[in-house]
């Protein structure tokens, strides 16, 4: 499914409902959809579809659940302690067979930035709010189903985000140096010819040339972006001078740093895309913090 292709009618929500120890829900079976995450406190969700055996699923914060209109189901509340969720019901038109769909996903972003924003909307009040978040849960459910990602293709090996981490640390605190390989063999807790295996089977190319790549994107966006010099572009992303910069930016981009300053259409990470290092790039030059 895809969010065009579905028309989200809001029957009840978003809206936080709140549970003193112990309470219960159910069991019932809703005529329409409904995401339910946790604000605070654990709860147990327990469903049944068709004649098949129950199933328990265990809330807590960071767990988006979807309950369809086919289930049967109770949730019970922590017993011990208060509880409360963020919950918006709804029918989606069009939306298919929906008996294969994920019950449960984490709620990484954007699927967490989605929930927030539903939360807020629902207390701006005005009627833009309103058709905005019929919008906004399209884009949630589209999302849930397919997976933020649709095939998963740039999840990083766990030595590869082990490394990203150490380098995106250490280039917030100061210039994007270019570690030596025993450094980034030791942040990724691997023996520097391991690591470089991993990334000539992952990207094609070794972890000193797949890091000098995106620090030369590194400094293509402050070409673009900054009136920086190209001696203060070169010291700022880990280049000797700026001859140095230069000849390893005409490899890459094809043009030295001048002329691709003159030629702000073009698409710093370009070079690392071809490369097929956008995953790793993303992690060292797009998430923040």
């Known amino acids: 499914m895809t969010s065009g292709s ?4 809001i029957r009840n929500g978003p809206a936080v409902a709140h549970y003193p120890p112990g309470a219960t829900l159910g069991p019932r079976v809703l005529p329409c959809f409904e995401f339910v995450w946790m604000l605070d406190g654990q709860a147990t969700w327990r469903y049944s579809q ?32 208060a509880c409360a969720h963020a919950y918006v019901s709804f029918y ?12 449960t996903r984490e709620q990484s972003e954007p699927l967490a930035a989605l929930c927030r924003y539903l939360l807020w909307l629902s207390s701006a ?16 459910l589209d999302l849930f ?19 990203s981490d150490h380098l995106h640390a250490a280039w917030r605190v100061g210039p994007a140096r270019p570690p030596r390989l025993e450094e980034m063999a030791a942040a990724a807790q691997v023996s520097p010819g391991h690591l ?21 994107a590194r400094a293509a966006t402050l070409l673009q972006r900054s009136g920086l010099t190209v001696g203060a572009v070169a010291e700022a992303c880990g280049f000797a001078n700026p001859f140095h910069l230069s000849r390893r930016f005409r490899i890459a981009y094809g043009v030295p740093p001048r002329a691709y300053r003159a030629s ?3 698409d710093p990470l370009e070079p690392v895309r071809r490369a097929g290092l956008l995953p ?6 797009v998430e923040y913090p």
């Open 6 to 9: 579905v028309r989200i009618r």
């Open 50 to 81: 068709g004649s098949g055996a129950p199933a328990s699923v265990p809330l807590r914060p960071g767990l988006l659940l979807l309950s369809r209109p086919d289930l049967q189901e109770r949730y019970a509340w922590d017993p011990d302690h």
């Open 92 to 103: 989606a038109d069009g939306a298919g067979d929906h008996r294969g769909w994920p019950t």
């Open 125 to 140: 009040g005005s009627g833009a709010a309103t058709a905005r978040t019929a919008d906004v849960l399209a884009w949630l």
């Open 145 to 163: 189903v397919n997976g933020p990602l649709s095939d998963g293709a740039d999840e990083l090996p766990e030595h590869v985000r082990r490394l």
């Open 196 to 216: 470089a295996r991993l990334f000539r089977q992952r990207f094609g190319v070794g972890p000193v040339a797949a890091v000098e790549l995106i620090r030369l």
């Open 264 to 266: 702000p259409h073009l």
């Open 280 to 285: 790793l790039a993303r992690r060292l030059l």
